[in-house]
């Protein structure tokens, strides 16, 4: 089946600081990618879809000069948390929707513990 | 806009009992169904997925749901559950193309005790 990535798998950074969380489709092109937040005991919620090539939609309430995201190639998206502070700690989940052989599913990686000290 | 509701928080179960999630959706159009699974500090894993078809879909690991047009609602169940099976449940909904954000319910804690 379709793999996605992502890295790190955790972070802990100081306030003001930036952190930057790589997504990555393995095994297929990605021309679709979302980037969830989830707070704890709490359900997925979408923060921005990203075309590559294009830049990101985000959802509404979603401060996009905070949270970057780059769909650079056709397997790689970036989000980059600017100047992050205790309330961006949170689990950040990105999902790859494809080009060919799976585009009736989005797979979701296995998701970024952001701490922020 | 379309909107899901899972209205058990948590649902406590015996192993080897039968259990049913319950998930209801609000939708003007069509749309696709899915069910994922996502166990402590890990991702979401696909269970099982209505796109069209027979309306009974079997999933991974002896899941398996029935959308029901009318009463709106897909809700999953499995016929005996196992301690593994204890993990966060989400019902997600998908307008348009498959490429489409997801939008999902609060998710539904099953939890399996002996």
């Known amino acids: 089946g379709a793999v996605v990535s992502q890295h790190p798998s955790w972070v802990i950074c100081k306030s003001g600081t930036s952190v930057k969380i790589e997504c990555r489709s393995l095994d297929f092109q990605a021309t679709t990618m979302f980037w969830y937040r989830q707070f704890p005991k709490q359900s997925l919620m979408l923060m921005a879809t990203s075309n590559e090539g294009s830049k990101a939609t985000y959802e509404q309430g979603v401060e996009k000069d905070k949270f970057l995201i780059n769909h650079a190639s056709l397997t790689l998206s970036t989000l980059t948390v600017t100047s992050a502070h205790p309330e961006d700690s949170s689990f950040y989940i990105c999902?790859?929707?494809?080009?060919?052989?799976?585009?009736?599913?989005?797979?979701f990686g296995p998701g970024t513990r952001l701490t922020v000290l | 806009a379309q909107s899901v509701t899972q209205l058990d928080s948590q649902v406590p179960v015996f192993e080897e009992a039968p259990v049913e999630l319950r998930c209801n959706y609000s939708?003007?159009?069509?749309?696709?169904l899915f069910w994922y699974v996502q166990y402590p500090n890990q991702g979401l894993q696909l269970l099982l997925k209505y796109l069209s078809g027979s309306t009974l879909v079997k999933g991974i690991n002896g899941f398996e749901a029935e959308f029901n047009k009318s009463q709106t609602s897909f809700h999953l169940r499995k016929p005996s559950v196992h301690i593994s099976d204890t993990a966060e449940y989400f019902c997600a909904v998908q307008v348009g193309s498959t490429a489409s954000k997801l939008t999902f319910g609060t998710g539904t804690r099953l939890q399996v005790t002996l």
């Open positions: 999902s790859a929707a494809g080009t060919s052989g799976s585009t009736d599913t989005q797979y």
């Open positions: 939708s003007s159009v069509s749309v696709y």
